[in-house]
């Protein structure tokens, strides 16, 4: 194969590098462009941009695969637990006992928060959007811990502020749920898992005894390891962009959770549940909906179908979808709005306007209907999916920073007015 590129630009050719990744996808390495033609590359959306070179997760979109550091998805989600993936996104490989050991034991020490940060849920109105407080939490971090601040504080203090992120998230994200309903706090206990300890700190009532469900425990864990990493998506992308300034690594998650929130991203498992509900509540006519998906004229899509980079059945989707069938089976839960998602399942699979398109379930569609079935409220549902993905945005952050990339800063296309003169407030018409 041709290791280069020729672009004939205006009349004027030049050569480009390939690049080459281990699964051997090509990409044109365009970083010399500009300075050798005057060109740039417009990409709306960076449908066909690579921002950057990475070592974390693999994905096909074409062939539906996904994996992390080379083991797939399925087998991580099979036999994994969600601190070993966080492990693997973060330091590169698979854990030791005695690393995951040390691991574990520094994160369980690490969960309690600072009790001024409760003063900051205190000043919220009541019936605010989880998201947006987790945006704050997370952010308000760095004030907490000021060795944040600093990007060339080394090696160790950088492992620091990762550890009290992960080991906090759990905490601050029960406290989101505590907080909205006008409950006491429950504290972290050491000696639960990751996974335990937030259901824990979510489910358990201060004056009751709360029993860990074993079948919860494995549904989050493996509900949580699906969403650890998805390469450069929309959050990903922006964690990267924001780190490449170099903010500090709350600040930088922080925002990944603000574009984590939107409709488009991880705000879709809500809109899920809210999409599902509002069909019911019309009679459960799911071919209506279907209909109305499909009128270019009705702004209407259908939450949790097609995917940017998945044009085949989302490997998540697929173990999600075996999961919520004996979660709610195993729960004895009766959910209408399941039957709904499954006729709306079967019309789209059967559609030609969704074959076409290659719109699959995604992963947003069956998640909301566990999270429900698991006791969740709906407005927490992006808050689990951020949970999930705290491990693979902090890998995307680290990479980055240990590559040390430059600072993100896109080219435009300008297309305002040109040059004009100034006119006088008097003098405009
Ligand atoms: C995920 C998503 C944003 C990807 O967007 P994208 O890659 O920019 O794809 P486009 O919006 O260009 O969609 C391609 C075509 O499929 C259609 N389409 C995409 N998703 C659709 C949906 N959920 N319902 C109906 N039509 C849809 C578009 O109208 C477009 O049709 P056209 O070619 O006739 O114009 C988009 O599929 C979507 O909005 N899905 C619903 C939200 C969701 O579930 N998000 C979570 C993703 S994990």
Redesign the pocket.
Known sequence: MSETAKINIQGQETELPLVVGTENEVGIDISKLRGSTGAVTLDF?Y?NTGATTSGITYLDGEKGILRHRGYSIEELADKAEFLEIAYLLIHGELPTKQEYAEWDNEIRRHTLVNGDIQNIFDAWPTGSHPMGQLIAMISSLSSFYPESLDPNAGQEARMRTITRLLAKMPTICAMISKNRIGHPLIYPQNSLTYVENYLNMTFKHVTEDYELDPILVRAMNKLMILHADHEQNCSASTVRLVGSSHANLYASVSAGVAALWG????G?NQ??IEMLEAIQADGGDAQKYIDK??D?NDP?????????VYKNF?PRAKIIKKSADEVLEKLGVNDPTLEIAKKLEQAALSDP??IE?K?FP????YSGIIYRAMGFPVEMFTVLFALGRLPGWIAQWKEMMEDKHPIGRPRQIYTGPVSRDFVAMDKRS
């Open positions: 959306g449908k409709p488009l991203h991880g879709a809109k899920v998906a499909k270019k209407f899509r259908l939450m949790g179908f097609g995917h940017r989302d306007y969704f398109r719109l995604n992963v947003d569609f």
